[in-house]
């Protein structure tokens, strides 16, 4: 029936009392052989335990999970937040030790980073859930655990963990101090109204200044110094203060068992088998498996197959109570039918639902084809089901006349659309074309007959693709995106960032002091100067020290020209870029060298221009080859020329054809990296 495993953890044994106070029940103790020996029913008669089990990292358990022994006041849900590096996914590593939810291993597990792109990158791209019991002055706890990534594009996946929070661990490392990511993730969980765990990691290390950072975040965020906790993610030194903190500061969920049930839908993920997994907060009442259960966005109704914990695998529990997070599958393939932000009720007994998300801004714009247009449908599925995954992507339907059907996906920064393109090959082996970035653009228009007809009543028009940039004729003026950056920086590279700023365009907004050394700045800036390369180049300049972070800031009116890039005289909308005026040169230069270098010689010239309106700006002209080197194997070399053919063949896969120029995948992503 299911698999055996050892028994390594036992919880439950709940007295049945305890299961009054939750009214719904389903499903009855099973019965397992464990290490061979029958687990006769005499030794459970008097609980009603929820046996399951799961195969953890690998590690064999068996976990008797009772959640009807967690009643809402002994349930706390918290989230681990912090700048990238600071040692979140180690700390939740020992939490989970401590917990016994993993074994002790090593120092670095980082068991909630399962994602071959985590473990290759070393970050977090996609908040994780683990449940984990704890027991305090003789009281078992039930603790929920959410660690979330810490880079600016994904804060997407902060906010949403937030909503299924009462609580948060802000981590701050001892030896950095405050960053940047430190400021917005406060203010995060400010704005939710959550309760703040002041946290200094990694005192471990001999430059590591706890009293120094503990006085920033009094200085900044008016926590107090005394309430920080000082800790050593990697050597364990004060986790057990964790704990008891998140038992006694972060509140128990404001829940009731009695009330109809709210489920909340906070993130899905999607098995190929099971269709949508659900992350669920349960706001009120009960669900059980064989539950049916209606979305309150559709009005859809949907049979509950399975309920369980995140442990930190899929742990089947049967239920899952007030208060408490947990999966839900409910048999929604179709990845519509799963939407981040909706509310489900019992069928029948509809509930007001929660508010929801914002939806997240893309900040980043491409366009995606597959190399091959047979693979389409195949990549479309796989586009969906990791959208389903990573909400924040928009996705609208494209076609290019060089490239064939496609999408234009919206991202929130340029790391997030590397991740997503590294998940789209390592997790569904799809190949694509990701056409260069751009930012969504504004234009208000003239009032013309030809507008009219175009564009319909609207006066402003966002363009998200430039080969749809209308020309200056129509367009009364251009808007470009903007962004408030903030950075912190050690004083003595200031002078170098303000420098950085000017150069991109920058407005300044605020300047202060965070301690002796440490210098907070605001700028507001074009997103357009800053999404290329502006974080690698300030890591340069403050020799890794500067750390960045920005949300956007409303549009402001600009000088924007769209640079055209023709190959042999045709232009190829899907190289051409929309720029700022005064920087059209420089950057129609810099992408006809970049092309120049990726584009292989070929059987006849191929010349590379950058123009505005008809100005060429920027010329590179690439020679044909010499001769044609099969010409030589004549007569009787067939096998030669065979494998000149093939490998020739294998070349031309990875390339595409814009009229008849072979240009490589690659040229598309990389014109406008400098
Ligand atoms: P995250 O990006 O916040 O999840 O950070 P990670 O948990 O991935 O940790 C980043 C790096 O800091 C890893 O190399 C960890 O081994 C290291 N680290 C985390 N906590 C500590 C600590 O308490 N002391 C020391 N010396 N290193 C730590
Ligand atoms: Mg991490």
Known sequence: MVEMFSVKAIFACARFTKHLSHGKHAGFPWLYCCHG????????????????????????????????????????????????????????????????VISKKGDNQQVLDTLQVERERGITVKAQTSSLFYTYKGTKYLLNLIDTPGHVDFNYEVSRSLAACQGVLLLVDANQGVQAQTVANFYLAFESELSIIPVLNKIDLKNADPDGVASQLENLFDLKEEECLRISAKTGVGIQDVFESIILKVPPPVSSPTKPLKAFLFDSTYDQYRG???????IDGSISKGDKMTSAFSGKTFDVSEVGIMYPDRVPTGQLYSGQ?????????????????????????????????????????????????????????????????????????????????GWRLGFLGLLHMDVFNQRLEQEYNANVIVTSPSVPYKAVLKETKLNKQDYGDT???????????????????????????????????IGKVINLCIEKRCEHVEHTYIDQKRVLLKYRLPLNEVIIDFFDRLKSISSGYASFDYEDNGFEPADLVKLNILLNGKVVEELSTVVHRDKAREVGKHICTRLYDTIPRQLYEVAIQATVGSKVLARETVRPLKKNVLAKCYGGDISRKMKLLKRQAEGKKRMRKLGNIDVPKEAFISVLKR
């Open 276 to 282: 949508a997994i659900t992350n669920v907060a349960i």
């Open 37 to 100: 020996i029958n687990l006769e029913p005499r030794n459970f008669q008097r609980s009603r335990n929820y046996f399951t089990c799961s195969k953890l990292h690998s590690q064999e358990k068996k976990v008797y999970v009772d959640m009807g022994e967690f009643p809402v006041e002994n349930i706390r849900n918290f989230s681990i937040i912090a700048h990238v590096d600071h040692g979140k996914s180690t700390l939740a590593d020992r939490l989970l030790e401590i917990a016994g």
């Open 459 to 493: 006066d402003e028009i966002t363009i998200n693709n430039p080969a749809l940039f209308p020309d200056i004729a129509r367009v009364e003026r251009y808007l470009e995106p903007m962004i408030m950056a903030t950075i912190i920086t050690p004083d003595e590279y």
């Open 325 to 405: 997070v947990g999966y839900v599958i409910a048999g929604m393939y179709n990845i519509k039918e799963a939407n981040i932000g909706d509310t489900f009720h019992h069928p029948g007994q509809p509930t007001e639902p929660m508010p929801g998300f914002k939806a997240a801004k893309p900040m980043v714009f491409a366009g995606m084809y597959p190399i091959d247009q047979s693979e389409y449908v195949s990549l479309r599925s796989a586009i969906d089901r990791l959208t389903l995954n990573d909400s924040s992507v928009s996705v609208s339907i494209d076609s290019s006349p060089a490239l064939g059907q």
